[in-house]
């Protein structure tokens, strides 16, 4: 009897642990449920990243959200559904009566935040269910830095390093604005230069027509340092782009290909005019004629009706030209069709792609993008005359 006693304790206690290993180890689940009319397919692709299909008869709507919610199961506690003016609009409300996502109205497969729609109609009805459109408005104040230049210090975020180009180096916003200098004179275009991590590298515009020194500047605490090249550069060269880290640059004079590396502070050549190298997602040759009309590196794609498409962290980002702007569009990967309005910007390069933010630039703004909805930063109105102008974020 002891014997079974014991046998059936010991059987238990492993039962415990294999259970709780599954539980501490498996980050996926895939459930199904029913709130009202509606059904809800509920999948968890890793402890923080739940993916919702939720069908009713005549309308149904997917969408993301990136909250850790200790892996729980049914996570949507209620749901509510109208249809305004066209719209078909779902709030759902999470445990302990969280609301982690925007009203989401749906119209022609394109799913528009309420707080950028500004409908009084959807604003008052989904008010009563506990929605406030205020969280989703910018509330920071400018405050004057220069003639040229004013910040929103209010919306900086926590461990985040913005800097943006001036015309003798840098200035950095972190805790406190501050200058760094790299230039003895005003340098109105740099094309030689990028921002990459927490780096800003830049060639010596200091020199008249080649140079050999290019200037590192760590965005985080703006120290400075030198990387050398054993070649003259020409200035008539551009950057094709950054992979793994490494800066590839082509001298169009000398018909040469470089590699920085900014860890082992190395200029190293790594083809000519014969073996130039070019990564579009993965390495091949091209010839002398595309590097001379600047061919640069690309890791998007150019689909129908879109200018580009970004794969990102589990999302599409659509950007389609609209007049003098792009209008950008999120889809969840598992589903590309239908589409989320996010943002519009005025330069489909400034995007920077952050864990929970897309920092862009809009006319004279640069802003960042986050589940709150759009944030000013900085407004520079030097950006009206020179488009040079260029911006950098890296997040700790």
């Not at 005003?186 to 230069?193: Q, R």
């Not at 990387?227 to 640059?249: M, N, Q, T």
Request: aromatic residues 16%; glycine residues 4%.
């Amino acid at each position: 009897m002891k014997f079974l006693l014991k046998s059936l304790a010991t059987l238990l206690i492993l039962y415990i642990i294999i259970y709780y290993a599954i539980f501490f180890f498996n980050n996926d689940h895939k459930v199904n449920y029913n709130i009202g009319n509606f059904n809800i397919e509920e999948k968890l692709n890793n402890k923080n990243s739940y993916y919702f299909n939720i069908k009713g008869e005549k309308t149904k709507i997917n969408f993301q959200i990136n909250e850790n919610l200790n892996k729980e199961e049914k996570v949507i506690k209620k749901l509510y559904y109208e249809k305004i003016d066209k719209y078909n609009c779902f709030m759902p409300i999470f445990k302990n009566s969280k609301i982690l996502t925007d009203v989401m109205c749906l119209k022609e497969n394109v799913v528009f935040n309420a707080h950028d729609l500004n409908n009084q109609k959807i604003n008052q009805t989904f008010k009563k269910y506990g929605y406030d459109k205020t969280i989703y408005a910018d509330k920071a104040k400018a405050i004057e830095m220069s003639n040229t230049q004013k910040i929103y210090q209010s919306n900086m975020p926590e461990n985040n390093y913005i800097a943006i180009e001036n015309y003798k180096g840098l200035t950095l916003f972190n805790s406190k604005e501050s200058n760094v200098k790299i230039f003895d004179k005003d340098i109105y275009k740099k094309p030689i230069s990028i921002f990459t991590d927490k780096y800003y590298v830049v060639a010596d515009y200091n020199s008249e027509y080649t140079f050999k020194n290019f200037y590192v500047v760590n965005i985080i605490n703006g120290q400075t340092t030198n990387i050398r090249s054993y070649d003259e550069i020409s200035f008539d060269s551009y950057i094709e782009g950054v992979v793994d880290g490494e800066i590839y640059l082509f001298d169009k004079d000398a018909q040469k290909q470089y590699k920085i590396n900014i860890e082992y502070e190395s200029v190293e050549k790594v083809s000519d005019k014969d073996n130039i190298k070019h990564y579009d997602g993965k390495w091949r040759t091209i010839t002398l004629s595309e590097a001379l009309n600047e061919k640069k590196f690309t890791t998007y794609r150019n689909t129908k009706n879109y200018e580009k498409t970004d794969k990102i962290n589990g999302y599409y980002y659509f950007y389609k030209k609209e007049k003098d702007k792009y209008i950008v569009y999120r889809a969840d990967k598992q589903n590309k069709k239908l589409k989320t309005y996010l943002f519009e910007t005025s330069d489909m390069n400034s995007i920077i792609y952050l864990k929970d933010k897309i920092y862009f630039r809009n006319g004279n703004n640069f802003n960042y993008y986050s589940k709150k909805g759009v944030r000013k930063l900085i407004t520079n109105t030097e950006l009206e005359f020179n488009n040079d102008i260029s911006l950098g974020a890296y997040e700790k």
